[in-house]
């Protein structure tokens, strides 16, 4: 299983991002798939997490500002990331959810004040 995430980089506050997730070894449509990040110091915490039915379940601060999808035919989920605060600033791991727990590589995403 491969997880490869992309979609990431400088932004100012405000802003907008659309993160990547292509994955290859597994078939994203019957699995729920997340999106997780972790700033500096921190813990890295559940961002969104994509039920296989397409329902989506946010952390409470990205709620109304961060969207996921999926793209069953592509194989692939996103991100939409819109009005972007600096406290989002993180590396973002995309994560596919079957028994175990699959990573991908990471995404730095950079707020700028």
């Known amino acids: 299983v491969q997880l490869q995430a992309s979609g990431g980089g400088l932004v100012q506050a405000g802003g907008s991002l659309r993160l990547s997730c292509a994955a290859s070894?597994?078939?994203?449509?019957?699995?729920?798939m997340g999106w997780h990040r972790q700033a500096p110091g921190k813990q890295r915490e559940l961002v969104a997490r994509?039920?296989?039915?397409?329902?989506?379940v946010y952390l409470d601060s990205v709620k109304g500002r961060f969207t996921g999808s999926r793209d069953n035919a592509k194989n692939t989920v996103y991100l939409q990331m819109n009005s972007l605060k600096p406290e989002d600033t993180g590396v973002y791991y995309c994560a596919a959810y079957k028994g175990v727990t699959y990573w991908g590589q990471g995404t730095l995403v950079t707020v700028s004040s």
């Open positions: 994509i039920r296989s039915d397409g329902i989506t």
């Open positions: 070894g597994i078939i994203l449509s019957q699995i729920s």
